[in-house]
C-alpha cells in the first residue's frame, strides 16, 4: 500500500533539523488497482545537501588519492653538518698509546714493520742520542698495531681508572686536527706535576737542566704540497716555570699574553710529505733515555714506568676536491 511520509518539525530538545512536509504529489502504485494516492516529498535543506555531497565525495575517493606513490626518500635526519675541509688545509689524526707491559716486550716486534730510513742519517743519529726513535708505516696499519688498539680500546671501556684519566699521568687519547700552513698546533704529551725535573738531553754537547713543573709536547705545521699530499712538521718541544707576560704582534696588533718559558729542540725537527693514508710512528728507544724517557714514559698509579708510542696520521687533503673528477665536471659546466 501507499504510506504517507512526513517529517516532523525540527524538535528543541533533540535538534534532529527534520523538516515537515511541504509539498505532496500523486503517484500511480503499479501493483494494486488502487485509486490514486497522495504521497509526501520532503524538503530538504541546502545546507545539509552541501554536507551529504561532501561526505559521499570523501567516500567515493577515498585516501588513495592523498598517499603518495612509487618509492619514497629516507627520512631526513638532523644533526650537526661538518664543515668541509678548505682547499689551504689537511686532516691530521694523532693517537697516543699507552702500553702495557706484554706490549711493551713487543715493540722491536713493531719496529721491524716500520721504515725508519724517512729521516736522514745525521737526524737519525741525533735522535738515537736523545733516546727518540721515527719510522713511518704506508698503507694500512700493521696487525700488531692493529691489535693494540683494540686491546686498549676494551681495557679503557671496562677499567673504571682507565675511563676517568686515572690510571696514569697521561691517558690514552686520540686528536683530530684541522692544519693550515700559517698556524700552528701543539700535540700534547705530558704534564708532570713534580716541581722540579731534572732533563738531560744532547744538543751537540750532553746537556742539563732543572725545569719547573714541565709540559711535554711536539709543535705541528701541516699544509697541502699536491694532489693527496701533505707537508708535515713536527718540532719536540718542553715548557716549563711559571707564566710570565708579554706583548706579541699577531694579526697586525699588539696582543698581551702569558706564556712560560720554553725549549724547543729545533736539531731535531722533523719534516716529511705524506702521501694520504701514512702513517709516522714515534716512540723512545730501548734503554729510555735523554729525551725519550721523559717525552714517552708514564707514570701509573702503582709506580709504574710504561712506554708510550705516539701515531700521527694524514688522512685528507683540502685540496682533494680541487683536482677530483666532480669537481673537473663542475668547471667544464
Not at 81 to 105: C, D, G, H, K, Y
Not at 315 to 328: A, E, N, R, T, V
Request: charged share 25%; net charge neutral; with cysteine.
Amino acid at each position: 500500500m501507499i504510506r504517507t511520509l512526513y517529517r516532523s518539525p525540527v524538535d528543541e530538545r533533540n535538534q534532529s533539523g527534520l523538516r515537515e512536509i511541504s509539498s505532496r504529489s500523486e503517484v500511480n502504485c503499479p501493483s494494486c488497482p488502487c485509486p490514486k494516492k497522495p504521497v509526501a516529498s520532503a524538503h530538504v535543506p541546502r545546507r545539509y545537501l552541501g554536507y551529504s555531497l561532501g561526505i559521499l565525495s570523501l567516500v567515493s575517493s577515498g585516501c588513495a588519492a592523498w598517499l603518495p606513490s612509487g618509492e619514497q626518500p629516507p627520512p631526513i635526519i638532523k644533526g650537526i653538518r661538518t664543515p668541509s675541509l678548505p682547499t689551504e688545509s689537511v686532516a691530521i689524526e694523532t693517537i697516543l698509546l699507552r702500553l702495557a707491559p706484554e706490549q711493551a716486550s713487543q715493540l722491536d716486534e713493531l719496529w721491524a714493520l716500520i721504515d725508519e730510513q724517512i729521516v736522514s742519517p745525521d737526524l737519525r743519529i741525533r735522535l738515537d742520542k736523545n733516546g727518540l726513535r721515527i719510522g713511518k708505516i704506508s698503507g694500512g696499519l700493521p696487525s700488531l698495531l692493529e691489535t693494540w688498539l683494540r686491546e686498549i680500546e676494551e681495557k679503557q671501556d671496562g677499567d673504571t681508572l682507565e675511563t676517568t684519566g686515572l690510571a696514569s699521568d697521561l691517558a690514552n687519547r686520540s686528536m683530530h686536527w684541522r692544519c693550515r700552513a700559517d698556524v700552528e698546533k701543539e700535540i700534547h704529551i705530558r704534564n708532570v706535576a713534580e716541581q722540579n725535573v731534572t732533563l738531560f738531553y744532547h744538543d751537540e754537547v750532553p746537556k742539563g737542566k732543572s725545569l719547573n713543573s714541565p709540559r711535554f709536547f711536539f709543535t705541528m705545521t701541516a699544509m697541502p704540497a699536491s694532489q693527496a699530499t701533505a707537508k708535515l712538521k713536527l718540532t719536540p718541544a718542553v715548557e716549563f716555570g711559571e707564566l710570565k707576560s708579554r706583548v706579541i704582534v699577531r694579526d697586525a696588533a699588539l696582543r698581551p699574553v702569558s706564556q712560560r718559558e720554553k725549549i724547543q729542540f729545533e736539531d731535531l725537527q722533523l719534516q716529511w710529505i705524506l702521501n694520504q693514508g701514512d702513517c709516522v710512528v714515534l716512540g723512545p728507544s730501548s734503554d729510555m733515555r735523554s729525551l725519550g724517557a721523559e717525552f714517552f714514559q708514564s707514570k701509573t698509579i702503582d709506580n709504574e714506568r710504561e712506554p708510550i708510542v705516539l701515531l700521527v696520521r694524514f688522512s685528507q687533503s683540502g685540496s682533494d676536491g680541487i683536482f677530483s673528477k666532480s669537481s673537473d665536471e663542475k668547471n667544464a659546466e
